[in-house]
């Protein structure tokens, strides 16, 4: 996490390789506090644009969360913090992310499927944001 720009505008950066595993007992619990955490901590940070990047590799399908769990994030996130999104970054888009936004697309807002923006490697990402403000695991990087 980090600011750009002059200052107020975040980057947020969600590495998906450190979700829990859906097998666990308490997952939903997990799965479910972990959301109002990130919701909270958006409100705190978001004083005006940000943008979401999701490391989504070196990410086994058991951590990746469930399409209800990503429904439900969509849903409570208010109108200012959707409003304010400007891009949201899919880094190593798996066959699976692509086809889970490709069937919900129709369910959410064009103007946030507009936002969604896929990029398959650490170069191309660093062509669009200035990387000095993200921490990208060495899992990832390899």
């Given at each position: 996490?980090?600011?750009?720009?002059?200052?107020?505008?975040?980057?947020?950066?969600?590495?998906?390789?450190?979700?829990?595993?859906?097998?666990?007992?308490?997952?939903?619990?997990?799965?479910?506090?972990?959301?109002?955490?990130?919701?909270?901590?958006?409100e705190l940070m978001v004083a005006e644009d940000y943008m979401i990047v999701y490391l989504n590799g070196a990410t086994p399908?058991?951590?990746?969360?469930?399409?209800?769990?990503?429904?439900?994030?969509?849903?409570?996130?208010?109108?200012?913090?959707?409003?304010?999104?400007?891009?949201?970054?899919?880094?190593?888009?798996?066959?699976?992310?692509?086809?889970?936004?490709?069937?919900?697309?129709?369910?959410?807002?064009?103007?946030?499927?507009?936002?969604?923006?896929?990029?398959?490697?650490?170069?191309?990402?660093?062509?669009?944001?200035?990387?000095?403000?993200?921490?990208?695991?060495?899992?990832?990087?390899?």
């Open positions: 996490t980090g600011y750009y720009g002059d200052g107020l505008n975040a980057i947020i950066v969600f590495a998906a390789c450190f979700l829990p595993d859906s097998s666990r007992t308490d997952y939903n619990y997990v799965m479910e506090n972990l959301f109002l955490y990130v919701i909270s901590t958006l399908r058991r951590r990746m969360p469930g399409l209800g769990w990503m429904k439900k994030c969509y849903q409570m996130i208010d109108r200012r913090l959707r409003k304010n999104l400007k891009s949201f970054i899919i880094v190593h888009p798996s066959w699976f992310i692509r086809t889970i936004l490709a069937v919900t697309r129709p369910f959410i807002s064009s103007k946030f499927s507009s936002k969604i923006q896929y990029v398959n490697t650490l170069a191309e990402l660093r062509e669009m944001i200035p990387m000095e403000y993200v921490h990208i695991p060495d899992s990832i990087v390899r």
